[in-house]
């Protein structure tokens, strides 16, 4: 399989150039010549679906979807779904055990009421669905790296401490985590700061953008590109990608083969790297029927939607900081999906949620379902309330909640939320125990204008 860049589909790559490198050499991004195809039956025979636990017949009429459930282990479902991407690459022999190195976390499938389901990613290390990404990367960089390697991180909260901890004291790799100072949660900071070794943090005094600006410049800049090999672990890297892909392939299987439904997903965004490998996933052909974004008020993807125009801008600062884009780096990854505007406009749906809804369903999730979400999985809960709420006021016929079921993305555990979620649900969020491990490490990092000359190691 080969890689080509956005801007450029004559020139090809291998995978490990392409994961090596981060962002093509034209600026562009990495996308696959072509997407594997899968058919559901390629990965069970229907006997396999028996041993289901519940049964439909009781009050909800699916159950719960745990994944130790499903009837093939989630690393080997991840190898065969990656396999073809990894043909003829270097480290196709090795993607085996990095599938069981990387995906040795649950990813369960919660039923909150009849047809919507909750897609809980935050049970790994750090406790967002980062850690899928950033594991797998890590994985595969310390595969391939018999030299040094300098991984670039630019982040808005939660990327920041998953490629951390998924690259700490990996050998011959050295960590550039760049955070936007005083923008980020007090434990995100913790879990970014607290590493040593061969992780160096470093706290911009600007915003997220400027961040990613800083990673951007450090690969087009001749000191460093001399003197490092250089890779980025941002999700602009199809080495977080690709393994994304993963979870939206298990969750669709098994929904489909518990409800005979194709899935509906919406998947809380920033950078719009979850929501691209949802569509890649359906594209791929797994059973996937819409896919939708819930941003918060950086808006920029919804008024793309709405006027035909991309304007990147500032990032503003909301309760779901690490949704807090203004320029969305994996847009140019979304857009190569369609045929032009109009097809996108056909096909993407998207909700800009403000700070106040984001509270309204934090409440409502914790009333209704006794659930606690976190500021992000709240927007796509608010997005699902919208969708309610039309179908009941007979707009149109086919309503949107008659295409149940619908799966919620949750993107993070609640606990790294705290001052945000206790307030509006009056309880306390019991912090989990990876959680107050890091919280007890010491913090240590360098507060930085944002110039590139000041980034020192
Ligand atoms: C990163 C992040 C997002 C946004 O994901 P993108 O892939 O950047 O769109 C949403 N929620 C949480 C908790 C995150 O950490």
Not at 192 to 210: L, P
């Given at each position: 399989m080969k890689f080509t860049s956005t801007r450029n589909a004559n020139q090809s790559y291998t995978l490990s150039e392409a994961m090596l490198s981060g962002?093509?050499?034209?600026g562009g991004l990495f996308i696959p010549e072509i997407f594997p195809q899968f058919k559901v039956d390629d990965f069970f025979?229907?006997?396999?679906?028996?041993?289901?636990?519940?049964?439909?017949?009781?009050?909800?009429?699916y159950p719960d979807l745990?994944?130790?459930?499903?009837?093939?282990p989630y690393p080997d479902l991840c190898y065969q779904v990656l396999k073809p991407f990894f043909q003829?690459?270097?480290l196709s022999d090795s993607l085996e055990t990095i599938c069981q190195t990387a995906f040795n976390m649950p990813a369960p499938l919660v039923?909150?009421?009849?047809?919507v389901f909750m897609l809980e990613l935050f049970h790994g290390p750090t406790l967002s669905f980062k850690d899928f990404g950033a594991r797998f990367l890590a994985a595969c960089l310390s595969t391939l790296a018999n030299k040094p390697i300098r991984v670039m991180v630019a982040t808005s909260g939660d990327t920041g401490s998953a490629v951390a901890a998924a690259f700490h004291?990996?050998?011959?790799i050295d960590v550039i985590v760049l955070f936007p100072y005083q923008k980020i949660s007090e434990r995100q900071q913790q879990q970014i700061t607290c590493w040593r070794d061969n992780i160096h943090a470093f706290a911009v005094n600007g915003t997220f953008d400027d961040c990613q600006r800083l990673v951007k410049s450090a690969f087009f800049d001749p000191h460093w590109k001399t003197h490092y090999t250089l890779c980025t672990a941002?999700?602009?890297?199809l080495g977080r990608l690709l393994p994304q892909v993963c979870y939206y392939a298990y969750s669709s299987l098994h929904i489909f083969k518990t409800t005979h439904k194709k899935a509906n997903f919406i998947v809380p965004s920033g950078n719009l790297g979850n929501v691209t490998a949802a569509y890649w996933a359906k594209k791929m052909g797994?059973?996937?029927?819409k896919i939708h974004i819930a941003t918060n008020k950086n808006r920029v993807i919804s008024d793309y939607i709405e006027t035909g125009n991309y304007t990147p801008r500032q990032s503003i600062h909301t309760l779901?900081?690490?949704?807090?884009?203004?320029?969305?780096?994996?847009f140019e990854r979304l857009i190569a999906?369609?045929?032009d505007y109009n097809d996108f406009k056909k096909s993407v749906m998207a909700y800009s949620v403000s700070d106040e809804q984001i509270k309204d369903s934090i409440k409502d999730m914790f009333i209704k379902h006794g659930k606690i979400v976190c500021p992000h999985t709240a927007t796509a809960c608010w997005a699902l309330t919208q969708m309610n709420l039309r179908s009941s006021g007979n707009i149109?016929?086919?309503?949107?909640?008659?295409?149940?079921p619908w799966v919620i993305v949750a993107?993070?555990?609640?606990c790294k939320f705290e001052t945000i979620v206790e307030p509006i649900i009056q309880q306390h969020v019991p912090i989990k125990p990876v959680l107050s491990k890091l919280l007890a490490k010491e913090s240590q990092f360098t507060l930085i204008e944002p110039h590139l000359d000041l980034i020192s190691h």
């Amino acid at each position: 399989m080969k890689f080509t860049s956005t801007r450029n589909a004559n020139q090809s790559y291998t995978l490990s150039e392409a994961m090596l490198s981060g962002l093509a050499p034209d600026g562009g991004l990495f996308i696959p010549e072509i997407f594997p195809q899968f058919k559901v039956d390629d990965f069970f025979s229907d006997s396999c679906w028996e041993s289901l636990p519940g049964s439909y017949e009781e009050a909800m009429p699916y159950p719960d979807l745990n994944i130790d459930a499903f009837p093939i282990p989630y690393p080997d479902l991840c190898y065969q779904v990656l396999k073809p991407f990894f043909q003829g690459d270097t480290l196709s022999d090795s993607l085996e055990t990095i599938c069981q190195t990387a995906f040795n976390m649950p990813a369960p499938l919660v039923q909150l009421e009849p047809g919507v389901f909750m897609l809980e990613l935050f049970h790994g290390p750090t406790l967002s669905f980062k850690d899928f990404g950033a594991r797998f990367l890590a994985a595969c960089l310390s595969t391939l790296a018999n030299k040094p390697i300098r991984v670039m991180v630019a982040t808005s909260g939660d990327t920041g401490s998953a490629v951390a901890a998924a690259f700490h004291q990996k050998p011959n790799i050295d960590v550039i985590v760049l955070f936007p100072y005083q923008k980020i949660s007090e434990r995100q900071q913790q879990q970014i700061t607290c590493w040593r070794d061969n992780i160096h943090a470093f706290a911009v005094n600007g915003t997220f953008d400027d961040c990613q600006r800083l990673v951007k410049s450090a690969f087009f800049d001749p000191h460093w590109k001399t003197h490092y090999t250089l890779c980025t672990a941002n999700s602009i890297n199809l080495g977080r990608l690709l393994p994304q892909v993963c979870y939206y392939a298990y969750s669709s299987l098994h929904i489909f083969k518990t409800t005979h439904k194709k899935a509906n997903f919406i998947v809380p965004s920033g950078n719009l790297g979850n929501v691209t490998a949802a569509y890649w996933a359906k594209k791929m052909g797994f059973p996937i029927q819409k896919i939708h974004i819930a941003t918060n008020k950086n808006r920029v993807i919804s008024d793309y939607i709405e006027t035909g125009n991309y304007t990147p801008r500032q990032s503003i600062h909301t309760l779901a900081n690490a949704m807090d884009v203004g320029n969305p780096s994996n847009f140019e990854r979304l857009i190569a999906l369609f045929k032009d505007y109009n097809d996108f406009k056909k096909s993407v749906m998207a909700y800009s949620v403000s700070d106040e809804q984001i509270k309204d369903s934090i409440k409502d999730m914790f009333i209704k379902h006794g659930k606690i979400v976190c500021p992000h999985t709240a927007t796509a809960c608010w997005a699902l309330t919208q969708m309610n709420l039309r179908s009941s006021g007979n707009i149109c016929s086919a309503t949107e909640t008659d295409q149940e079921p619908w799966v919620i993305v949750a993107t993070a555990d609640p606990c790294k939320f705290e001052t945000i979620v206790e307030p509006i649900i009056q309880q306390h969020v019991p912090i989990k125990p990876v959680l107050s491990k890091l919280l007890a490490k010491e913090s240590q990092f360098t507060l930085i204008e944002p110039h590139l000359d000041l980034i020192s190691h």
